[in-house]
């Protein structure tokens, strides 16, 4: 069974940064398609971007773009998330998915078979 563990969130001062790790569990992380989620509490849940099966080829939507990154270690099965300048609104639960249908990146939660539990993350001002 696939299992995703997030790691890295806490709490932080806006302007800094933090990155946060994705480590997949019971397969090969390379054989997926791969999305970072959050969801602040009274909001609805957002596509933060994501890699494609294989290539690993990173995709973001338009308002994340300059200051999200995301990226993997294969060898030890882990996908990064690197959030600069980080602001009083990026404060949610921030949330791995995995899925294994299609060969490119879905900003659609329901799409993801596997999901990680989450990790908090909050920005003061």
């Known amino acids: 069974q696939v299992e995703l563990v997030e790691s890295g969130g806490g709490l932080v001062q806006a302007g800094t940064s933090l990155r946060l790790s994705c480590e997949l569990s019971g397969g090969t992380l390379s054989n997926y398609a791969m999305g970072w989620f959050r969801q602040a509490p009274g909001k609805e849940r957002e596509f933060l971007g994501g890699?494609?099966?294989?290539?690993?080829?990173?995709v973001y939507p338009d308002s994340v773009k300059g200051r999200f990154t995301i990226s993997r270690d294969s060898g030890k099965n882990t996908m990064y998330l690197q959030m600069n300048s980080l602001k009083s609104e990026d404060t949610a639960v921030y949330y791995c998915a995995a899925e294994f249908r299609i060969v490119g990146v879905s900003n659609v939660g329901s799409n993801y078979e596997y999901w990680g539990r989450g990790t908090q993350v909050t920005v003061s001002s």
């Open positions: 890699l494609t099966r294989s290539r690993g080829t990173a």
